[in-house]
């Protein structure tokens, strides 16, 4: 490590910097641009959090980010216990078809957004479904279900099914066997997997903009729309706001994790 | 029918497939109340998948189970009044240890105070009085053992199935918790059915081994009869009989058979076995300083500590193997020495089956 650089190495450290400030510049512009009065992205001379109290006193924007969290909330908790039945069927059951109906799970991660928007409208027009709350939810349940069911796989990827053998054989009928022994020790997957969800409906644009409808319109969608016309300095502060919120959820995801791995280290070490 | 009443599990004509490969193929018995049985057999033999299907966790294709005197059919496990202690243990890794012994309690409703006084009653038991707050993690292997035995036997079940339970503990542990079963089942007086592969295992601890294979009962009786009158060959061989030997009848009555072996005629206590037979004798029954007997040459010596190992070359040809008190009441031999090896017909046992094979 404390070896001389060579030239090459330096080329190779400066061209990763490069890298990094095409990736983030943009993301910092928007967040010292939600801090500037003038409200352009110009080298601020002056803090204010102006754009933050008019942002609070912006109903549409409000009302959109509220929305948007419903939404969010809704379809996660809808995908993650989806994910979980699909995730315990294709480990427990060795059905014939098993394997093309994993594949049918995978299917929405895999069709291009443009087409899933489209169908899906389509289909809710067919079926009736008023398109709003209903069609967004839905609609975002099925966009995330691929990745709460390979997240929640990856609980049952391991599980050692003597454990529920165990367990009925002391007395507890299937349920309880669920409930007692299967949920708990897969709940780190469903947790991660609804986490996931969040995360991608909160931000779900191209097929939310085919499904929206009857004056329902969540936050990206009102932030697009708003943009076309105009750059309004809100938008950046509501921009920081939503990515000091994400990676907050990160940051508190990262730390249980950490916090878990020293523990199961000193146990280790209290044993040896 | 008498016997039906006595037994805790009786088993009738069961029989189990996997695909095409016969697992269980026609076992019939019947395990005392109270006894400490075990199934003794090589893997493969049946003798787990026989287990699995007291326990409820298989379903025989024929044949019944009756766990005292009910038929069990396809009865599910939590409704069965049996336990089964796993080999890989099988403690719920996201409960305590107290909460791990409790769950069968918990299931069968039982009250609160009466769970917690049940639970400290058990860990005195298996003698992990302080550690009921540790999870399943922090023990060791015997500990964990000891938990999972205390799990099950809480539930006072009829009869307690162990799979192997002490199969992934090192030599000394297994020892001692042999003797700690074997005194815990006094103690409860449950029945315990026990699967295992160590002969000696097997000798330790039980009142009745079945000696199983290829899905099939060879022999079933007591520690004792297994260890020294071997029914077949396999019997034999599996107990680690040493000297499987070539014979010859000579005469026979109802009681006693004559044998020629290697020129000598040899008088065993017991009626002669049906078609063809073999000579089975232990290494540590033969006397190698006789003034009589059959001469042969030593060949190869081992020292295993307590006793001398010697393989022994007869003078037409058969090789044997005989184990020497290593003390010093005995000559030692060295190899190449000619010795008169000699044995009791007392001692030893006729069992069916050829030579040829081995």
């Known amino acids: ?173 299937p349920w309880r066997t669920f409930r007692m022994i299967t949920l708990p020790l897969v709940m780190p997957g469903v947790l991660g997997g609804a986490l996931m969800a969040f995360t991608l409906s909160f931000d779900e644009f191209v097929v939310t903009l085919f499904v929206s409808g009857g004056g329902v319109q969540t936050l990206p969608i009102v932030v697009y729309n708003r943009i076309r016309y105009m750059l309004s300095p809100e938008i950046n502060a509501i921009a920081t706001l939503v990515m000091g919120f994400s990676i907050g959820l990160l940051a508190i995801a990262q730390g249980i994790i950490i916090i878990r791995r020293r523990r199961e280290r000193s146990r280790q070490l209290e044993t040896a | 029918m008498a016997m039906e009443t006595m037994s805790d599990v009786s088993i009738r004509n069961l029989v189990k497939t996997f695909g095409n490969a016969v697992a269980v193929d026609g076992i019939s018995l019947e395990v005392p109340r109270g006894a400490f049985v075990t199934f003794l057999g090589s893997s493969g033999c049946g003798k787990t998948t026989t287990l699995r299907m007291i326990g409820g966790f298989e379903h025989p294709d024929s044949g019944e189970i009756y766990i005292q005197g009910k038929p069990m059919g396809r009865t599910p496990p939590h409704a069965r009044d049996t336990s089964m202690v796993f080999q890989s243990y099988a403690l719920f890794p996201h409960m305590s240890v107290r909460e791990n012994i409790a769950f069968g309690l918990q299931e069968r409703k039982v009250g609160k105070s009466e769970i917690k006084e049940r639970v400290q009653a058990m860990l005195d038991l298996i003698e992990l009085p302080h550690l009921g707050d540790r999870k399943p993690k922090q023990l060791s292997g015997g500990q964990q053992q000891r938990v999972a035995l205390a799990r099950s036997l809480i539930i006072e079940p009829t009869v307690l199935l162990l799979d192997e339970p002490l199969g992934a503990l090192d030599l000394k542990l297994r020892k001692q918790m042999q003797i700690e079963l074997k005194r815990i089942q006094r103690q409860v007086g449950i029945t315990f059915i026990y699967v295992t592969h160590d002969q000696e295992e097997a000798l330790t601890m ?153």
């Open chain 2, 206 to 358: 039980s009142d009745r081994i079945v000696v199983m294979a290829a899905g099939r009962v060879e022999q079933e009786g007591s520690a004792e009869d297994i260890f020294d009158r071997p029914a077949s060959r396999f019997v034999a061989e599996f107990m680690g009989a040493g000297n499987v030997l070539p014979v010859q009848v000579e005469s026979h009555d109802a009681t006693s058979t004559s044998v020629n072996f290697a020129g000598r005629a040899v008088t065993v206590p017991q009626p002669l076995p049906d078609g063809e037979i073999a000579l089975v004798i232990r290494p540590e029954k033969l006397r190698l300083d006789s003034t009589d007997g059959w001469q042969g040459k030593v060949v190869e010596s081992v020292f295993k500590g307590s006793m001398m190992s010697y393989r022994v070359e007869l003078t037409d040809g058969t090789s044997m193997l005989a184990e020497v008190a290593h003390d010093d009441t005995a000559h030692r031999h060295a190899i190449g020495d000619t010795v008169m090896l000699n044995f009791r017909g007392n001692d030893a046992t006729l069992v069916p089956g050829s030579i040829g094979a081995g």
């Open chain 1, 1 to 173: 490590m404390g070896a001389k650089l060579s030239g090459r190495d330096w080329f190779y450290r400066g061209y990763a910097l490069l890298i990094y400030v095409f990736l983030f510049a943009p993301i910092l512009v928007v967040v010292m641009t939600s801090f500037n009065p003038t409200g352009r992205a110009t080298i601020p001379t002056e803090f204010t959090l102006e754009w933050y109290s008019e942002l609070l006193d912006d109903t549409q924007l409000m009302t959109a980010l509220r929305t948007s969290l419903i939404v969010a909330v809704v379809s996660a908790s809808v995908s993650a216990l989806l994910g979980l039945s699909a995730a315990y069927g294709l480990s427990r059951y060795r059905l014939p078809g098993r394997g093309a109906a994993q594949g049918v799970f995978y299917l929405p991660m895999l069709v291009p957004a443009v087409v899933s928007g489209v169908s899906m409208l389509m289909w809710f027009r067919n079926i009736n479904i008023e398109l709003g709350w209903p069609s967004i939810i839905l609609t975002h349940v099925v966009v995330t279900l691929p990745f709460t069911m390979t997240i929640i796989l990856t609980s049952f990827a391991g599980f050692d099914t003597r454990l529920e053998e165990a367990a009925m054989d002391l007395g507890a009928t």
